[in-house]
């Protein structure tokens, strides 16, 4: 089976879409398909910015990756590019493909809309961005702009033939805006082989190597305003005298990061607070091993694949009770918290430090939680599910 896969969003970029992309198409190759990626362009800088090399990256001798021309915009990651459709690229496709997946609805998704069309092929798109939360910290605040967002979303979904997404809510919240395609809940693949618990050897090695403490709490993602990691570090702020010896460790790039060192400092913090900013994929891994708890006050994650690497590392993780958390965070691997509370959120970091009982009871139950999404499971996922649509579009 030959599959295109448009996205707005790819490697060298910081996001979980393009991590699930590249391992979605190293398992689907490793099945027998053919992936042709079809995604922005990146300058240097852009490379520079994630800490790697300005050349593709190696995934499968199947796969392929052609790069559409794209202008830069300011988006939190400092390194969000924009394609603008053309809706004539479909022309110049040289190996016509089974069935196309759209992952994202701006300049490469029309592209991929289109292709669809003038190819007659299938189309399966996935949703992984919950518009209002975005638009919560947009330039423009407007209940108009807000409802012709959500509109054009589910007008752009209702062209495909089935749609995914990594979580139920954001299904539903298309719904509500009269989206009507089949459509069911496919989680984003996790790296079990990279992301593992440690030996205590390992542990103490990786915070030797990171200079953390005994006792660490870890953020990995984005600097983003929708992420709060400013939450996290209030609590750190909270618990500090209980815990002298505490650090929180916070991996990644983004807008926010300027004013979260400064916070750290404002709330006399900043020796417990240690940026390290984006790391190597060795690195990436390496850093869970030396964490004992992993926080995330993200109120827009569809999914979060940073807390589903924790849970594959055995961390307990505390979640805010928000769209895609909310569906994979359970008693069985961790603590909820109402969005934006600072105190729960520091009486549960307590709590763990002086229960490591618990700690270990939790991490068990989120390692058994992601097991069932690994790369080869929801390899077979999609296999199926494309060869359905296929068989589907042809009666």
């Keep these: ?92 496709i040289k190996n016509k493909p089974d069935i196309i997946h759209t992952h994202l609805f701006f300049g490469c998704g029309m592209e991929g809309l289109a292709a669809s069309f003038f190819l007659r092929v299938p189309l399966v798109g996935t949703s992984h961005t919950p518009i209002t939360e975005f638009m919560r910290y947009g330039p423009v605040q407007s209940p108009l702009l807000e409802k012709l967002a959500l509109n054009f979303v589910s007008w752009y979904y209702n062209h495909c033939d089935f749609v995914t997404a990594p979580s139920q809510g954001i299904l539903d919240e298309m719904k509500r805006h009269g989206f009507h395609k089949p459509c069911r809940v496919i989680s984003n693949p996790i790296d079990l082989d990279s992301f593992s618990p440690p030996t205590q050897e390992e542990a103490h090695a990786a915070k030797t190597f990171f200079r953390l403490s005994p006792f660490t709490v870890l953020y990995t993602g984005r600097l983003a305003p929708e992420k709060h990691i400013d939450i996290i570090i209030r609590a750190i702020a909270m618990v500090k005298e209980k815990i002298p010896e505490i650090n929180f460790a916070v991996t990644g790039h983004g807008e926010g990061e300027v004013s979260l060192k400064k916070l750290a400092e404002e709330l006399g913090v900043n020796e417990q607070v240690k940026f390290f900013g984006t790391l190597s994929t060795e690195k990436h891994a390496l850093i869970y091993k030396a964490a004992d708890v992993f926080a995330i006050a993200s109120t827009a994650e569809t999914q979060s694949l940073s807390l589903m690497k924790a849970m594959a590392t055995s961390l307990p993780v505390i979640g805010a009770k928000a769209r895609g958390l909310a569906e994979y965070i359970t008693e069985a691997n961790g ?11 520091a009486e549960h970091i307590l709590f763990l430090y002086t229960h490591p009982e618990e700690r270990i009871r939790l991490g068990q139950g989120g390692l058994h939680t992601v097991k069932q999404f690994s790369r080869a499971k929801i390899a077979s996922d999609w296999s199926a599910l494309y060869k359905e649509v296929i068989a589907a579009k042809k009666k």
């Design 1 to 92: 089976m030959r599959i295109a896969m448009f996205s707005e969003n790819f490697y060298p970029e910081l996001s979980g879409i393009s991590d699930s992309l590249i391992e979605s198409a190293r398992e689907l190759s490793g099945l027998g398909h053919d992936i042709d990626f079809y995604v922005p362009h990146y300058s240097k800088k852009d490379f520079a910015t994630s800490n790697v090399p300005p050349s593709e990256p190696n995934i499968s001798e199947g796969v392929k990756i052609h790069r559409y021309f794209s202008f830069p915009y300011p988006a939190p990651t400092k390194q969000g590019r924009m394609v603008i459709p053309t809706f004539l690229r479909s022309f110049f």
């Design 335 to 345: 603590f909820f918290i109402e969005p934006g509370d600072v105190k729960t959120l």
